[in-house]
């Protein structure tokens, strides 16, 4: 029998080389791409190409290294070029820019940053994940030494350098968004005294005001100084050294450093001039699996547009959770699997000098410009875990919901323990098209050290169930002094006297059942209480015996909120 012949492997690959794929950008999307590619095909050829030293680092952590929280440079690495190749087969070339796409002839046009060599490279499928770069004005003085703004390792460096070396105590962070504030928690763990400097009226652009105004108040009695509603006009450069950021308003704020952290704009030159489609909101146009209109080119990450699942309208969304799942579909679709992107909430946390502030979903001036008006919202403020066991603290708590279905639109919420276990839960809730119901039905941990029988999520939902069929009736804090309601409050006396709404009349609840002849039946009655449960008592009793009765949803803690985010007198 005579021996069959065996393929010269060799020539196999000339006739038929692998299917190569090229990836511009690592960080979390284009790093989870190129690793989900490997898992699910070991026959293409992978290659990364990054531009910065590092393919793949942890940039949510650079505020922290900064602050010295992360003492260890090393740890914010999460993978090297040689665990990419030995783990994985696949090249990571850093301090590389992809300049090019000749979309044609599928090929990049590739320069290494530290020869200067320039070189083609051919790519059968292509993923862009370029990132987004931090918005750096074009005003005077911005890139003037000692002004900042942090995107990488490299970045977080410096500022650490500037400030050991310079010996800073003063320092003005320019932006009080996400990055904003953990800038200023981490300069302030450093010692330094800081000042916010802020173009809109609040902190946390992202939350509706009245939300905000409780991260406001928390700032300035940890020291730092805000002025909200003021943007940059200039920064100078002092004779003594030191710098000088000078308000819109003409303020004068001395620093040692300034951060800018006004915010992000998607980095889509490369696309562009590739003639990629470009959004209304300024990202990359991609598809449910992460395709650009080109067949052969995907893109991820910061740099694209993607839908919001509430609205339904487009939107660039620079968080890394998403970043990281986009990745995930880009590499699937190449690999021929049917996998799409659902979409984004915008589910977020951030920590600021103790307190917690996390949301999802919508936000109620989110909802409204995008034409939403049919929604209701509740307040509560109740405690993280059951209120005898000791240390329970208060969770302030938004949830926005549609009518009549009692469909969950978004839920911000602000604390010190216990505000992203329940923003989780209710994000949840949302991406299964969640109900009120479902969150008044929500079977959750408890022990007393954890939570409530009544767990605040539960309560959310509860009180969102009462607003839909008419038990609590709410009424509108931004109409608040608009009518002719009678505001009552049904506070102890004492609890009254220590502040309480303008113009409102004190009738404890403790007296109602006797004295409620006293209140007029041909009159709206708002009532309020501390953080609206003896108010919805109130509520119950008085509809019940032919009163037009509304409940002022979250009580006096509510009202000094609106109070102090200028929405109300």
């Known amino acids: ?18 299917r190569r794929v090229l990836i511009v950008g690592g960080v979390a999307g284009g790093a989870s791409c190129a690793a989900r590619l490997r898992r699910l095909d070991e026959s ?27 003492e260890d440079e090393g740890a914010l690495l999460v993978a090297s070029p040689e665990m990419f190749h030995q783990r994985f087969n696949i090249e990571v070339y850093t301090d590389t820019e992809v300049t090019a796409i000749d979309r044609s ?47 990488n390792i490299p970045d977080s460096r410096r500022i650490r350098s500037w400030i050991s070396d310079r010996g ?10 996400f990055i904003g504030l953990e800038m200023v928690e981490n300069l302030v763990h450093r010692g330094l005294a800081v000042t916010v400097l802020e173009k809109l009226p609040q902190v946390m652009p992202p939350l509706d005001p009245e939300m905000a105004a409780l ?13 909200l509603g003021d943007g940059l006009a200039r920064i100078d450069e002092n004779p003594g050294g030191g710098l000088t950021v000078v308000a819109e308003h003409g303020a004068r704020l001395p620093a040692d450093l300034v951060i800018l952290a006004i915010g992000v704009r998607p980095e889509i030159a490369l696309a562009r001039d590739a003639g990629l489609a470009i959004g209304s909101r300024g990202g990359i146009v991609v598809d449910a699996q992460m395709r650009t209109p080109d067949p052969n080119i995907w893109a991820v990450g910061d740099g694209i547009e993607v839908p919001d699942v509430l609205t339904g309208q487009e939107t660039v969304l620079p968080l890394a959770g998403p970043a990281s799942r986009e990745g995930r579909v880009a590499a699937e679709s190449i690999a021929g699997r049917a996998t799409r992107f659902r979409g984004v909430q915008a589910t977020a946390v951030v920590g600021v000098l103790g307190l917690t502030v996390a949301s999802t979903g919508a936000s109620e001036k989110g909802l409204r410009r995008a034409g939403v008006t049919n929604f209701e919202k509740v307040y509560l403020h109740p405690g993280h875990h059951a209120a005898y066991y000791p240390g329970a603290r208060p969770i302030h708590l938004k949830l926005l919901f549609s009518k009549p279905d009692g469909r969950i639109l978004g839920a911000q919420a602000v604390g010190r323990e216990g505000v992203e276990k329940r923003i989780d839960v209710i994000a949840t809730a949302i991406q299964f098209s969640g109900t009120v119901h479902d969150l008044a039905a929500a079977e959750l941990c408890y022990a007393p050290q954890f939570g409530a029988a009544k767990d605040p999520v539960n309560l959310a939902g509860m009180l969102a169930e009462n607003v839909l069929n008419g038990d609590m009736p709410a009424a509108d804090w931004l109409a608040l002094g608009r009518g002719d309601e009678l505001l009552l409050d049904v506070r102890e006396p004492d609890e009254f006297a220590a502040g309480h709404i303008p113009n409102a009349v004190n009738l404890p609840l403790s007296q109602l059942r006797d004295r409620h002849a006293e209140l007029p039946k041909n009159r709206d009655i708002w009532i309020s209480c501390g953080v609206g449960q003896r108010a919805y008592y109130a509520t119950r009793f008085l509809t019940q015996h032919g009163y037009r009765a509304w409940n002022l949803s979250g009580g006096y803690a509510t009202y000094t909120a609106f109070r102090d985010a200028g929405l109300t007198t």
């Open 105 to 151: 002839t599928r090929v990049i046009s590739v320069r290494d940053l530290r020869s200067g060599a320039s070189r083609s490279e051919r790519y059968d499928a292509l993923v862009l994940s370029p990132g987004a770069a931090p918005i750096r004005p074009p005003l005077p003085g911005v890139d003037l030494a000692g002004v900042f703004a942090i995107r």
């Open 44 to 70: 293409v050829e992978i290659a990364v190409f990054d531009r910065g030293p590092f393919v793949s680092f942890a940039n949510c952590g650079l505020p922290y290294y900064v602050g010295n929280v992360i």
């Open 168 to 177: 800073a105590t003063t320092a003005v962070v320019v932006g009080g968004g």
């Open 1 to 18: 029998m005579s021996q069959q012949a065996v393929p010269d492997p060799t020539v196999s690959r000339r006739s038929n080389p692998p």
């Open 215 to 227: 991260i406001k108040e928390h700032l300035a009695t940890n020291g730092v100084t805000l002025h």
